[in-house]
């Protein structure tokens, strides 16, 4: 199911640590100042990732808020690092597998002496395994 | 229209008696509800029954399960025939014929009463037996349906018979109703779900089964089972969802063409009590549109949910519902006018929230209502927004022709005046209705969301109202509101939306005219990362701007835009001393994508507060040590200046201070870190004070009165060196904790994170005295060094320094002429010295060597009298021994001989040379050296040397004062030195001489053990000039060796040559060769018998009194001599154990 979707990563002082937009190869880039408005969303939507999780006993949390065309579902770790997915169509079970998959890679990479918990995620191999995930569950 | 769905109930028989009783039964019926226990195991539930009541016909029996509208659910039969005879006569074919008609339609559920008046009773024969009407048409129908059968007594009375009569008819009704009723929804379920499975066949339509299921949920509502209801209207919305999911995946059913027609009208939710009619009729005939209809069966929910006093969970809902209807109006690519689906999603937002408003306050539902009511309106306020944007009516926009046509068309499609609508109408009416409207539910949404705690979202509302603000030109309020939405943003550290929110916040205080705040956030956005690389530099262009026409200078707090990485003195390793160049050098990291020309750069310099002020070392405390024990090295300095910064400064930083803890005899027992700031460093870090905006500078009224200064520098992205100098003429501990860069007409000030803390202070001269490698010797010549080292003073001309010695030490300057006198005293001439220079002086030191008793080290002062401070400068000095000596007379019977031993006490080796022994007084004694006097002798720790002489005595002998003297030479010095020791020998004259001899008992040859042996002591004066009159022996013998028979001790009176021989009888108790048993003579004082005849004491105690004698005095010819004693011949039983452990 085609459809564009940000994905960010929040770490626990509510700080993002990883962002990224996956689009349909097809369709061109966003305006940058629409990347701003997803980044807002995503911010703002973390109000409700914190009234939910403690909801539910499941990490993934379905779909938490909807903002105009976007709605957004978040994914919880035990360390409650926040994954937010802002999206326009519904996939509920691709984003489930993109979460978990996404949750697998982080612990990976948190795991990484040389990587501070809480900074920013700068590493390309990352992004890669994100940009993969992302076709593979999203944009595919 | 919802009594038509009451179930139905027939009746047949005489019309005349039911509808007499009709209107009782119509209000009897609900008046008690009754217990509904349904099939498939769901849970019984109690449930009112209403009923209408309609003619029996043949007709209603067709099995038509279509709909449940009209369906019979219990037949009823009615006759109040008053005897046996009209019954046969007339009734019982009437009633035998309805009972064919049901059976016949495989009816089951009816029921016959019999009214029976009161005379009709009375009137029948009590006697008779089943002689009743009752009987009789018990009798007729079938008798295992004897129940369905029952009597009414006459209704007309009001006994309280006739009323209990009524009241089991009620009952009975109801519960045949519902056991009929049961039967005829099972089979209506049945054939619905069975319609449901044949959803995927082409010719099955949603618009035919909706109104089946909903029917279902008619008959529910009516029964009062309002969720039951509810959940056949969910299931119909989930599967209506399912079929447009489906239908996107390209499995499009036929039926859903009919909401693929365009949308006409934008109706907003709205929410009738009742269902209307010609909604259902509409969606049977296809003429309903997907927004009607999400409408219709939404308002159908509402109601549901209000009935069930679930008021909140339909604002809940209805976020959902809007999301999924617009969603699928996407979905389906609907055609709709642009703002249609605001105009509706506003409506209904609008709606529902008056819904809401209803929940009276201050209950949980409206506490817990809170969260989707903020949304609710927020979604209206969105819609309104891109309402206004279409029609033309944000602030600044003037409405064209077709965007007045467009706002004209969307009233139209808005549908019935509600007071929503006339809302919206108001608002799209014109710019300041718009504003109020718009601004209204801004307010109240983030009002609603700050209200619930969800901050963020009030924060993301609050930025787009800002942005309204900043249209309609109200800069002052949206600079509010972005402040307070960029500190969440700075807080969590959501760089690039605080960076969008600066842009903002520029842009306001632009128009405010607020220079300072707008500076500032120039100033924040060019250094920020997120901010696009041109925009960046335009700011910093700007930030640079206000220098043209400026008048007073701006002061922009900078620490968001330069960090300062380092700080440092230039060179650490020398301290500061008042009137020197100082100089700090800065290392700043600029944020600023192009490079900065700042007029000048400076860091304020401020005394320390006396508390900090590192404490000062004095000039004795590292002079003091200087000597032998010193440790080597200068005294301990702060390790440097740059490193005095930091106690009580930042806060941040650990304050660690060393800390010795000393055992009682004050040797070190631990040496620990403190930290004196724990408390303050490890305290509890709470949501910590976010940088704040745009704050003006605080700085201390006394900052950069003194300062370092550099000029004209340039501060390059990235990071810049600043070296910044200034001269310090005062001493004293200075704080470096600001930095101000000035640009032409702009300051910038930072803190310092870290202040740069450092002394500057005049230090003292320091002079030492010190010695080379190893430990000082006496006796020998030592070189020395006089270290000067030069303080902050320069010491301009050429100075002396005099060394002043103790007693016994002597100097000369090494340098100088080897010839040269030692003396006590020496001058030395200190060359000019600049600031921290140092000098060394070589000098020599002399120790005289001296024998001292028990001694291996002496102790000399020397005093360093210096021309730049009063009091002199001690120095101790602590110089070895090289070697010692003793002395020590050897007595051979009436001969004497002295030796001398020379003991080295130190590893160096000393040759010895020609020594002598003179006598130093007038005793007539004689030395006759035993030595070579032209051997050389070595002395060192491991090797001693002993001297003898032989004193010739003659017979005077009084104490002889002797002295001795050897020449010395160290090894590896060149000149000797002579080494003399005096001292005195007396009492050497040998007086007694005590001879032992141990003699077998007569008749033994050998001495045994456990047998008496004879010990013959002889005591003789050797001496006759000496005068003893009575001398006491005692024989003294290891009691394991020797058994003692008989007396030990005795007093011998002596004379001149008298010779006494003692025999005394003593038991060797072991064999083997065993020492002798030794005899101590003393000289005996008897008591004085005078004294006890009152004459004075003088001359004696009345006790007699022992007086040992020296060593030389009695010569023991038999020492050391041993006795061989046989062990015992006669063996015994003792004995011969003895041997056997012997053996």
Same mark, same amino acid.
């Given at each position: ?72 579902? *978040? ?66 | ?12 028989g005489e019309?005349a008696v ?59 039969f009615w006759t109040d025939c008053p005897d046996i005879e009209t019954y046969k006569s007339s009734t019982r074919e009437s009633l035998q014929s309805w009972l ?12 016959v009463v019999v009214v029976e008046s009161a005379e009709a009773r009375s009137k029948t024969n009590k006697l008779l037996p089943r002689s009743s009407v009752l009987d009789k048409v018990k009798a007729d129908i079938n008798s295992?349906h004897g129940?369905r059968c029952i009597t009414l007594l006459d ?10 009569s ?194 009276? *306050? ?512 001690? *120095? ?268």
């Amino acid at each position: 199911m085609a459809g564009n979707y940000y994905f960010a990563i929040v770490g626990d002082k509510d700080n993002p640590i990883f962002e990224m937009e996956i689009s349909p190869p097809s369709k061109e880039a966003k305006k940058e100042d629409h990347r701003h408005l997803s980044q807002f969303i995503a911010h703002a939507a973390l109000d409700l990732v914190d009234e939910q999780m403690w909801s539910t006993s499941a990490m993934y949390l379905k779909v938490v808020d909807k903002f105009n065309e976007w709605f957004v579902s *978040a994914f919880v770790t035990a360390s409650r690092m926040r994954f937010v997915l802002l999206h326009d169509v519904k996939n509920e079970d691709g984003i489930k597998n993109f979460f978990m998959e996404m949750y697998e890679t982080y612990i990976k990479h948190s795991m990484n002496p040389f990587y501070e918990n809480n900074s920013p995620i700068k590493s390309s191999a990352f992004d890669k395994k994100a940009q993969m995930y992302g076709r593979k569950y999203l944009t595919s | 229209m919802e009594t038509e769905r009451k179930p139905v109930i027939t009746y047949a028989g005489e019309p005349a008696v039911f509808q007499q009783l009709q209107n009782g039964l119509v209000h009897g019926l609900p008046q008690e509800s009754v217990e509904w226990r349904r099939s498939y195991g769901r849970a019984p539930r109690h449930v009112t029954l209403e009923a209408s009541f309609e003619p029996f016909s043949e007709a209603t029996l067709v099995d038509d399960m279509s709909t449940l509208v009209r369906r019979p659910c219990l037949h009823t039969f009615w006759t109040d025939c008053p005897d046996i005879e009209t019954y046969k006569s007339s009734t019982r074919e009437s009633l035998q014929s309805w009972l064919a008609q049901l059976r016949q339609h495989n009816v089951v559920d009816w029921l016959v009463v019999v009214v029976e008046s009161a005379e009709a009773r009375s009137k029948t024969n009590k006697l008779l037996p089943r002689s009743s009407v009752l009987d009789k048409v018990k009798a007729d129908i079938n008798s295992k349906h004897g129940d369905r059968c029952i009597t009414l007594l006459d209704p007309s009375k009001s006994d309280s018979r006739s009323a209990g009569s009524l009241h089991s008819l009620l009952t009975k009704l109801r519960h045949f109703l519902l056991i009929g009723f049961n039967r005829v929804l099972v089979r209506f379920e049945d054939s619905m779900r069975s319609q449901r499975e044949k959803r995927t066949s082409s010719d099955w339509s949603f618009c035919r089964y909706f109104p089946l299921q909903e029917e279902l949920a008619f008959v529910f509502g009516q029964l009062g089972l309002c969720d039951e209801a509810l959940v056949q209207y969910d299931e119909l919305d989930a599967l209506f969802t399912q079929f447009i999911l489906n239908s996107c995946a390209g499995d499009t059913p036929r039926w859903l063409e009919t909401f693929s027609q365009p949308v006409q009208g934008w109706q907003g939710l709205a929410v009738p009590a009742s269902c209307s009619e010609e909604m259902r009729n509409a969606l049977c005939n296809r003429e309903m549109s997907l927004l009607a209809f999400r409408n219709y069966l939404y308002a159908r929910q509402c109601v549901l949910l209000k009935k069930l006093d679930r008021t909140p969970e339909i604002a809940q809902r209805t976020i959902t519902f809007l999301f999924n209807t617009i969603n699928e109006l996407g979905l389906m690519g609907l055609e709709i006018q642009q703002g249609g689906v605001a105009c509706w999603a506003f409506v209904t937002c609008i709606n529902v929230l008056d819904m809401c408003a209803e929940i009276p *306050a201050d209950t949980a539902a409206q506490q817990g209502i809170g969260v989707h009511t903020a949304s609710l309106y927020d979604q209206a306020r969105l819609k309104l927004y891109s309402l206004g944007e279409l029609c033309g009516l944000l602030p600044g926009d003037e409405p064209t022709s077709s965007q007045l046509h467009l706002t004209v068309t969307l009233s139209a499609g808005m549908g019935d005046n509600s007071p929503a609508v006339e809302k919206l109408k108001d608002a799209l009416a014109g710019h300041d209705a718009f504003q109020k409207c718009y601004l209204e539910l801004s307010e109240l949404a983030m009002g609603t969301y700050k209200h619930m705690g969800r901050l963020r979202l009030a924060r993301l509302v609050g930025r787009q109202l800002a942005t309204f603000h900043l249209r309609l030109g109200q800069a002052a309020h949206a600079a509010s509101l972005l402040t307070d939405a960029l500190k969440t943003y700075q807080e969590e550290g959501w760089g690039r939306l605080a960076a969008q929110l600066l842009l903002q916040l520029a842009h306001c205080y632009q128009l405010m005219g607020d220079r300072q705040r707008y500076t500032q956030t120039c100033a924040l956005v060019a250094a920020s990362e997120h901010v696009p690389h041109q925009t960046r530099l335009e700011f910093t262009e700007r930030l640079r701007a206000p220098a043209a026409g400026a008048e007073p200078r701006l002061t922009l707090a900078a620490e968001e835009v330069v960090s300062v990485r380092e700080t440092r003195l230039a060179a650490p390793d020398s301290e500061p001393y008042p009137g020197a160049r100082l100089e700090v050098r800065v290392t700043v990291e600029s944020r600023l994508p192009a490079p900065v020309a700042l007029s000048r750069a400076r860091a304020d310099l401020q005394p320390a507060l006396a508390a900090e002020q590192v404490s000062r070392s004095t000039s004795s405390a590292s002079t003091s040590s200087a000597g032998s024990v010193r440790r080597g090295g200068v005294a301990r300095r702060p390790s440097s200046p740059a490193a005095a910064d930091g106690p009580a400064a930042g806060g941040g930083e650990l304050c660690l201070e060393p800390a010795l803890e000393y055992k009682q005899d004050r040797s070190l027992s631990a040496a620990t870190l403190v930290c004196r700031n724990m408390f303050k460093v490890l305290r509890r870090k709470d949501s910590g004070q976010p940088a704040a905006l745009a704050r003006p500078s605080h700085l201390p009224a006394a900052a950069f009165q003194q300062s370092l200064e550099a000029a004209d520098v340039t501060l390059q992205p990235g990071a810049t060196e600043l070296v910044l100098s200034a001269r310090v003429q005062q001493p004293g501990t200075y704080v470096v904790r600001h930095l101000q860069l000035s640009c032409p007409a702009l300051d910038l000030t930072l803190d310092l994170a870290r202040p740069l803390r450092f002394a500057v202070k005049s230090s003292p001269h320091q002079v030492s005295l010190n010695k080379s490698a190893g430990d000082l010797l006496a006796g020998t010549v030592q070189p020395m060094t006089l270290q000067i080292v030069c303080g902050s003073e320069p010491l301009p001309g050429p100075s002396a320094v005099r060394l002043q010695c103790s007693r016994g030490l002597s100097v000369r300057a090494a340098d100088g002429d080897p010839a040269a006198p030692w003396s006590d005293e020496l001058q030395l001439h200190v060359p000019p010295l600049e600031a921290f220079q140092s000098a060394r002086l070589p000098v020599s030191m002399l120790s005289q060597l001296a024998h001292v008793k028990d001694g291996v080290s002496v102790v000399h002062k020397v005093d360093i009298i210096c021309p730049w401070s009063a009091a002199p400068v001690e *120095a101790e000095l602590h110089f070895l021994l090289p070697f010692s000596a003793a002395f020590k007379v050897h007595t051979s019977n009436v001969r004497k001989f002295l030796q001398v031993v020379m003991h080295g006490l130190n590893t160096a080796e000393f040759e010895l040379t020609r020594p002598a022994l003179t006598v130093v007084n007038d005793a007539p004694v004689e030395l006759t050296p035993l030595n070579e006097t032209a051997e050389t002798l070595v002395v060192s720790s491991e090797t001693s040397v002993s001297y003898m002489w032989e004193m010739v005595l003659s017979k005077e002998t009084p104490p002889v004062r002797s002295q001795f003297s050897v020449e010395y030479r160290a090894v590896d010095a060149e000149t000797r030195q002579r080494f003399k020791f005096d001292f005195t020998v007396s009492d050497y004259r040998t007086l007694l001489s005590v001879t032992c001899r141990m003699e077998p008992l007569k008749g033994a040859e050998f001495c045994r053990s456990g047998s008496i042996c004879q010990l013959h002591v002889t005591v003789a004066q050797e001496d006759g000039t000496a005068e003893l009159r009575a001398v006491m022996y005692e024989v003294l013998a290891d009691q394991n060796m020797w058994a003692i028979c008989g007396r030990s001790s005795g007093v011998l009176d002596m004379g001149p040559d008298t010779r006494h021989v003692l025999q005394l009888e003593v038991m060797p108790l072991t064999g083997g060769f065993l020492p002798l048993p030794t005899v101590r003579l003393s000289r005996y004082i008897p008591a004085n018998k005078e004294s006890t005849e009152g004459r004075a004491l003088v001359t004696g105690s009345s006790l007699p009194r022992l007086e040992p004698f020296a060593a030389g005095q009695v010569y023991s010819a038999s020492r050391g001599q041993q006795v061989h004693v046989l062990a015992t011949s006669a063996p015994g039983l003792a004995d011969r154990s003895a041997d056997v452990s012997l053996s």
